[in-house]
Every structure is written in structure tokens, then in C-alpha cells.
């Protein structure tokens, strides 16, 4: 029977606040008719869904990376801003769709801050370089008196938007890429960018693009000499993972975390072997700047498809079942038992294009299964995470090999004395008893044991059934100073304990 020990003498670190992130790229109906539809019942008076708005904020994201993504890297950010009526209709390259540029850098940024989110910005160093970058970081965080500080000034927006997140473009290494570049091109490109940024502002955070994932011939490679250049000047580098149960492997996909984990583990290793190269005490952390799962086979049959570009067109609605919000669940419990060198993370996307939130086109928003352990999880995890040690339980998993049935982390508020457990039971078909030992702690009760876990594991929410996977309560009860947990197949867990 798994067993875990939970200390709080021993912990990862302080929660960093910034896991919780999200993204909104120009792909499919993420903006339009997602975030954004000016004609739709609820919208406000710069034609923002007033029903996604309520619904961001009850997933409890605080930051959101924009406006891309592949479409950054074909993207003028001159054409989104001013008049709307003066914007220009253009072609997206990256997604073969109309961009009507209604939506750009001062109304997002503008939303953000009715929303009460932390921007992060990406800069196109595709098809463009360090004049247009550095123009676009006026435009953002000047003060009046220079000419893209100005422009932003008659375009309405006097004060600075003051954003300090900045990503150096997006997935340079991958050949689909608008601009695609070698490691060493990137790698000095970005150089340049990055001491041209701090020059502007010491105090912004920079996020080099990393590998667009693990599979990537220059996986390793590219970070290393990346970070050789850049490494006194950024404090981040990028990692993006999607998953999917690849040929039907369902056993491997419900272990995805696994796969999560080792990628943040080979980033940190390569980032801290540059560090010691140069002798130097920095840390460079990971910006785990897009993960989810997303059924990426399904995407590519929907683009052969597509013949002709068209504005918002429906790509990438994934819908997502029980068995997804799993899944999700055990990425965010890998996200927080890194807390100490991943310092942002975006679950992609925000709205319809692989997202925790669909909506109809005038019609209602409705959150997916996949919402749930986001919301749950941003909203009780505080304070310090904790290490969990014991026998955790094996399975066996294809893609994997052996792997702890439980996964799981602990986070602990010693100010109010609120213990949240996080857990997810890998297995898709055994059930287990699992024992967490909490003597450090004193007395502690539960006060809330929600779970999302199905009989039917592929049951989703719709438009007409919004509430068919919800989160439900679970079997689990305080004895002897132990908790004591039933955990079903497939399922995932928050477990909140008080000593008051």
C-alpha cells in the first residue's frame, strides 16, 4: 500500500504564484469569439466577452503570454494598434488565417488589467530583428517625449503598461517557424535583444527560446549554446510539451508527468552546466511557457484539409475528457514539485484553441473537464511545497517503464495552518489505499476532499451538458495522525487539511 511522509522541515520552496499561467495566441477562436466579440450579449465597451472574463478569473490564471506562439513571428505589432477601423487585414502565415488586427497590443493589455492578470509578451524575431524589437518595448513601457512612446500616447494610452515578462520570440529551433534559425543565429540575435532590453530597463525578466520539444534533434544542444551567449542577460529559457495517448497508449499518457518532469530536469542540468562553465552563482529557470494535452494528429488531418485562409477559423477545439483532466492535474502537481527553478509556466490556450474554457458564437462559455484541477489547484495551493518521501506504489507503462502510481505534492501555509494535498493515481486500472503520515503537523481535519474521476473516463462537458464532469467529493478521513486516502483508477485529488 502506498506511503508518504509530509514534513514541513522539508519543502521544495516558496509556491511561486507564476505556474498558474495561461496563453492567448491569434489561432483559431482563442481571440476572436473568444476573449473577444464585440456584438456577443455580455461584451464590455471595448468588446470583451463579459462570460470568459468571469470564467478566467474563477480558473485563477495570473499571467498570460501573448500574442503568440507561431504567430509572432509574423507578426507587426504596428498593425494592432490605433484607430480600429484603420487596422489592416493581413495574412497569418503561421495559422493560414485572416488577422483583422481588431485585437492588439494596447486592448489586450488593457483587458489584463480589468482581468487582474501579469502579461507576458513575446517579440516576433522571425522575419524581424532588434530595431523592430526595441521599437515594440517603447511603444509598451516608454515614457512620453519619444516617438513610439508618443504614438502610444495619441493611440489613448498615456501611461506606460509597464510589462516585465518579455519571451525573445517563439520556437526558433523548429523548422515550421516563420524565420526558423540555426542555435548560433538565435543565440546571437537574442543576445542582442536581451542587452538592448536591459539596457532600456535592468529589471526586466527574459525568457530565451528554448527547445520546442524533447524530440528535436538539437534538444540539449540548443539550449547550451543559447544560454552560452545569453546567459548574463536573460533570466529564463523556454520549454513547450504537449501530450496525447499516442497510438492508443493510454497507460503512458495517464504517466505523462513523467515525461514533464525529465524535460525540466535536462533543462535545469544543461542551464547549470553553463553556470558552472563560467563560474557564476545564477540560476537560470525554466519558462514552461506552453504545455496541455493536445491531440496534435488530429490537428494535422484538419489542415490538410483547409484549403482557403479565413478570419477565426475552428482549429484545434479539442474537447476533453475525464481522463485529459487527469492528466492536466498530474502536469500542475509536476509544475509545483518544481517550484525552485520553473518560473513561469502557460497551460495553452486560454479560450477554445486547446483550452480549459469553449464558448459558442453568441452563444454561452462553458468550462471543460480539463478547467477543474486549473482552478482547484491555483486557488489552495499556498504558502511553501513540500517534499513527499515513502513508497508511492509501481506500474508498468510503455513509454516510460516503471513509475510511481501516486503522484503527488503538498503545499503548506504555516500562517494559517491550511495543508493542501494534491495527488493523482496513474494507474487506468488498479484502485489503492494510500497512507500519508502528517505527525509533524499536530492535530489536522479535513475540510474538503474534491476529486475528478469518472466511471467513463471519456465523458465530457458541451455546450449542452456543461456540467458533466465536475469535481466531486472523495473518500478520505484523518485516523492516528494519518490520512488516510482512497484513490480510484484514473483520478485526481485535492485534499485540504487545517489544523484550526
Partial sequence: MPTSTIDPAFSVGELNPLLFGTFVEHLGRCVYTGIYEPTHPTADADGFRGDVAALVRELGATVVRYPGGNFVSNYRWEDGVGPRDQRPRVLDLAWRSIETNQVGTDDFLAWCNRIGIQPML???????????????????????????????????????????????????????????????????????????????????????????????????????????????????????????????DEASFLAASTHMDRFIRDVVATADHVAAMRHSEKRIKVSFDEWN??????????????????????????????????????????????TDRVGV??????????????????????RQTIFHPFALTAKH?????????????????PAYGEVEQVWAVATYDAESGDLAVFAVNRSLTESTSWTVRLGAFGDLRVVEHLTVAEDDRYAVNSQDAP??????????????????????????????????
Fill in 293 to 338: 494535452v493536445w491531440f496534435a494528429a488530429r490537428h494535422g488531418e484538419q489542415e490538410v484539409q483547409r484549403t482557403e485562409a479565413s478570419e477565426a477559423p475552428e482549429l484545434i477545439q479539442d474537447v476533453y475528457n475525464a481522463l485529459d483532466a487527469v492528466v492536466v492535474g498530474s502536469l500542475l502537481i509536476t509544475l509545483l514539485r518544481n
Fill in 122 to 248: 513575446a517579440v516576433n524575431l522571425g522575419n524581424r530583428g532588434l530595431s523592430e524589437a526595441v521599437d515594440y518595448l517603447e511603444y509598451v513601457n516608454g515614457a512620453a517625449g519619444t516617438r513610439y512612446a508618443d504614438q502610444r500616447v495619441a493611440n489613448g494610452y498615456g501611461k506606460p503598461w509597464d510589462v516585465r515578462l518579455w519571451c525573445l520570440g517563439n520556437e526558433m529551433d523548429g523548422p515550421w517557424q516563420i524565420g526558423h534559425k540555426t542555435p548560433l543565429e538565435y543565440a546571437r540575435l537574442a543576445q542582442e535583444v536581451a542587452r538592448a532590453y536591459k539596457t532600456f530597463d535592468p529589471d526586466l525578466q527574459l525568457v530565451a527560446c528554448g527547445s520546442s520539444n524533447t524530440t528535436m534533434p538539437t534538444f540539449g544542444e540548443w539550449e547550451r549554446v543559447v544560454l552560452e551567449h545569453c546567459f548574463d542577460d536573460v533570466e529564463l529559457i523556454s520549454a513547450h510539451a504537449y501530450y496525447e495517448p499516442v497510438g492508443g
Fill in 467 to 500: 456540467d458533466r464532469v465536475v469535481p466531486h467529493p472523495g473518500v478520505s478521513e484523518v485516523a492516528g495522525g494519518n490520512l488516510e486516502v482512497t484513490l480510484p483508477p484514473a483520478s485526481w485529488h485535492c485534499i485540504r487539511l487545517t489544523s484550526r
Fill in 381 to 397: 495551493a499556498r504558502g511553501t511545497v513540500l517534499m513527499l518521501a515513502g513508497d508511492h506504489g509501481r506500474i508498468d507503462t
Fill in 345 to 366: 509556466a502557460c497551460q495553452a490556450q486560454l479560450v477554445n484553441a486547446i483550452a480549459p474554457i469553449l464558448t459558442a458564437e453568441g452563444g454561452p462559455a462553458w
